[in-house]
């Protein structure tokens, strides 16, 4: 027997339904492609950065002029004291401190005072020198008395010798106790605990290792203080690889402070580190200056070095370089009422509101004499 196979007969509203809402599969895919939207188009910028004005001549043209000189590299540096001009403050005596008299970034003199410590070294150091003169005095007397014996043949040569090494040895040891006290810092006239440790060089304190009731324990221990000549400093930069030829030992680099920008300092090229950072691929280059009291240790300094030859550089007016996102300017006419933005360099600022372009166009090129101008109207 037979199973007979039920239909299911839609509603009409569903015939409907599918009709009206559901898409026409008999349609191509041609029709879908014409149904979507259209690619959006990018205009992309022209080489140099080209556009087109309506009134060319409401711009002032300026044709750039030339100047030689010599292609320049700057860097920044930090200035740094000059070590074979440091001079350590340490004490040979171990001790308490119990008093100090100067202070990191002071200016002090040779021979200044500069803290004072209680040591029983240099109690020990005065007794033995108190022995020494006592054993000297004793052994004088006794030579005195054998000279005079043996003038009178009432002793013997020998013991006279005897007696004159057991003087020279008590001689010897005064000697070597005093010296004792003088490398201590005490004084032989003045017998004290306490001892002054001084300056030995005139500079400025650029480090202190020591505060009051510390403990020195004499070499063992830090040095106290460190004192520094800057009459002379040293300026370190950092060069990259590819700039080294710029630098040579020797030549001179001019350096602006930006705390004094009307000043210009000469730095000479003492020293080229022959070994590269790794990371940043930069020579540590080391300018010798001759410090007039403008110069502070850790001021950051810019150092300008020369190249070797003058080279031909344009200059144009101030005024028509735009500076945009951390890059230099121009804009130059091209005909037909068309202009170039062209991306340049600029170098020092010259007289009469001028500015050198050491790289980007040559001399006698045109260029808009006021690039806000252009710019401005652009963005219009």
């Not at 041609?30 to 087109?52: H, I, L, M, S």
């Not at 020591?210 to 070499?219: E, H, I, K, M, P």
């Not at 590819?242 to 090229?269: Q, S």
């Not at 300018?287 to 110069?295: A, D």
Request: hydrophobic share 40%; glycine share 8%.
């Amino acid at each position: 027997m037979k199973r007979r196979q039920s239909v299911k007969i839609l509603p009409l509203a569903a015939i409907w339904f599918v009709a009206c809402f559901l898409p026409d599969c008999s349609r191509g895919k041609g029709d879908v492609a014409a149904e979507a939207p259209p690619p959006a188009q990018v205009e992309r910028e022209q080489d140099g950065g080209e556009f087109k004005v309506d009134h060319p001549e409401q711009f002032v043209l300026a044709t750039a002029g030339e100047r030689d000189a010599a292609p320049e590299l700057r860097v920044t540096g930090t200035v740094s004291p000059d070590i074979s001009r440091n001079v350590p403050v340490v004490s040979l005596a171990s001790g308490r401190v119990v008093d100090i008299r100067a202070r990191l970034g002071d200016v002090v003199t040779r021979g200044q005072i500069l803290m004072q410590i209680q040591s029983a070294d240099i109690s020990q150091a005065f007794s033995e020198y108190r022995q020494a003169v006592a054993d000297e005095t004793l052994a004088r007397t006794q030579l005195d008395r054998g000279t005079e014996l043996y003038g009178h043949g009432a002793t013997s040569l020998n013991d006279l010798q005897m007696a004159q090494n057991a003087e020279e040895k008590a001689r010897v040891a005064v000697e070597t106790t005093t010296d004792h006290l003088r490398v201590l810092g005490a004084d032989v006239a003045h017998p004290s605990p306490i001892i002054d440790v001084r300056a030995p060089a005139s500079g400025v304190i650029t480090d202190q290792q020591v505060t009051n009731a510390a403990g020195v324990q004499g070499l063992a221990s830090p040095n106290l203080f460190t004192i520094s000549d800057l009459s002379n400093v040293w300026v370190i930069c950092d060069v990259y690889e590819n700039d080294l030829a710029f630098v040579r030992i020797g030549e001179y680099a001019d350096i602006h402070v930006a705390a004094y920008p009307n000043y210009v300092l000469k730095g000479r090229i003492g020293n080229i580190a022959s070994i590269l950072d790794p990371g940043l691929r930069t020579a540590k280059v080391r300018l010798e200056v001759h410090n007039q009291g403008l110069l502070r240790l850790g001021m950051f300094v810019t150092a300008t070095f020369f190249g070797p030859r003058k080279e031909p550089h344009a200059t144009v007016p101030s005024s028509a370089v735009l500076h945009s996102h951390d890059r230099d300017w121009v804009f130059a006419p091209v005909g037909g009422g068309n202009f170039r933005r062209i991306q340049v360099t600029g170098g020092q600022m010259l007289p009469d509101r001028m500015q050198e372009i050491t790289s980007g166009i040559q001399p006698g090129r045109q260029v808009v004499a006021n690039a806000l101008v252009v710019q401005s109207t652009v963005e219009q």
